[in-house]
């Protein structure tokens, strides 16, 4: 029987370059906003913009589909690295064994 197959080590500090990344997003944003009334009002209208778009039915509906698929999978994904994997090994006799075995049970039963 193969051994059961072995997974890396989650790395640590995965999140730090995404958190770098949003924050630095922010704080662009916000420097933006409070720079200059055009960058004020095309950040509004392409925040309003993105927020209709999104809303439409069909495109609301799967990306919250999609969302949710993620979230599904991200959870499963951190509870096998919490729990080690799935691996489940049975013990199969032999048929001769297992031949014998039952032969010898018949036996038992007659006497």
Do not use: C, H
């Not at 080590?9 to 730090?16: C, D, E, F, L, N």
């Not at 913009?49 to 951190?78: D, R």
């Amino acid at each position: 029987m193969p051994p059961p197959p072995t997974t890396p080590p989650p790395r640590r500090g995965w999140w730090i370059a995404p958190l770098i990344f949003l924050v630095l997003f922010i704080v662009g944003v916000v420097a933006a906003w409070k720079s200059n009334e055009l960058a004020r009002e095309l950040l509004a209208k392409s925040f309003m913009t993105l927020a209709g778009w999104l809303a439409t039915p069909f495109i609301l509906e799967s990306s919250v589909a999609i969302a949710g698929v993620i979230v599904v999978l991200t959870y499963n994904e951190w509870r096998r690295g919490k729990e080690g994997p799935e691996w489940v090994e049975m013990e199969v006799p032999d048929k001769p064994e297992a031949s014998r075995s039952t032969a010898e049970k018949q036996g038992e039963t007659q006497d």
